[in-house]
């Protein structure tokens, strides 16, 4: 199974600011995906992390809200804009890898308050 | 459209006993089927999942899940749970056929007595 690590492991910030969140894995992995799971909740898939593209949003998330990166195939970053308190969630990125169709494996996640 | 749904949003067993914990999905297809745990703090550990062939998959920390196309159901099961097992559970099935995207149901707490 893939390694997957996030920074920060939690944050709490100021409404109006902007957060980056780095998802890294041990291997290379050709998907890659963002979710986020709001309090209480369960996880709603953000976008697909696309290697030298641009990202494929889901329905309700937009590239200005939350704009991604995918600069290689083990590294992404997810960046939450100009946050308000309904941002507050654990956002979580995750690949298929492993060579195992269809087998996602998450990373710890990124819990974000935002005040 | 696929969907999940766990219909028992909270459940609580004493330690030793038995557990069910149900899912049913809707999805046209054999659907690829899965079950996550999440611990407190922590993100999603795959448990087991459901490609094909026997219906009934063996899982880590001693799960087991039966798939019953006849019910669109795929419940976990373990025979005695430990104080350990208290997390929050989620079924997921794949999206669509060919695709990666998963769609989650709504979780299920486990809380264990001692």
């Known amino acids: 199974s893939a390694v997957i690590s996030q920074k920060p492991s939690r944050d709490i910030c100021q409404r109006g600011t902007s957060l980056t969140i780095q998802c890294q894995v041990d291997?290379?992995?050709?998907?890659m995906f963002w979710y986020r799971q709001q309090p209480g909740q369960s996880l709603t898939l953000i976008a697909t992390?696309?290697?030298?593209?641009?990202?494929?949003?889901e329905s309700g998330f937009v590239i200005d809200k939350f704009p991604i990166s995918r600069p290689n195939l083990t590294f992404s970053t997810l960046t939450v804009s100009n946050m308000s308190p309904e941002d507050s969630s654990i956002y979580l990125c995750?690949?298929?890898?492993?060579?195992?169709?269809?087998?996602?494996?998450f990373g710890p996640g990124t819990r974000l308050t935002v005040l | 459209a696929q969907s999940v749904t766990q219909p028992d949003i909270h459940i609580t067993v004493s330690e030793g006993a038995s557990l069910e914990l149900r899912c049913n999905y809707s999805?046209?297809?054999?659907?690829?089927l899965f079950w996550y745990v999440q611990s407190p703090g922590q993100g999603l550990q795959l448990l087991l999942k459901?490609?094909?062939?026997?219906?009934l998959v063996q899982g880590i920390k001693g799960f087991e899940a039966e798939f019953k196309r006849s019910q669109s159901s795929f419940n976990l099961r373990k025979p005695s749970v430990h104080w350990s097992d208290a997390a929050e559970y989620f079924c997921?099935?794949?999206?669509?056929?060919?695709?990666?995207?998963?769609?989650f149901g709504q979780g299920t707490r486990l809380t264990i007595n001692p």
């Open positions: 999805y046209g297809a054999t659907p690829y």
């Open positions: 997921a099935v794949v999206r669509g056929q060919g695709a990666q995207k998963l769609v």
């Open positions: 291997s290379q992995v050709t998907m």
């Open positions: 995750s690949v298929v890898g492993g060579g195992r169709h269809n087998e996602q494996f």
């Open positions: 992390a696309n290697q030298g593209s641009e990202a494929t949003y």
């Open positions: 459901y490609f094909s062939g026997d219906t």
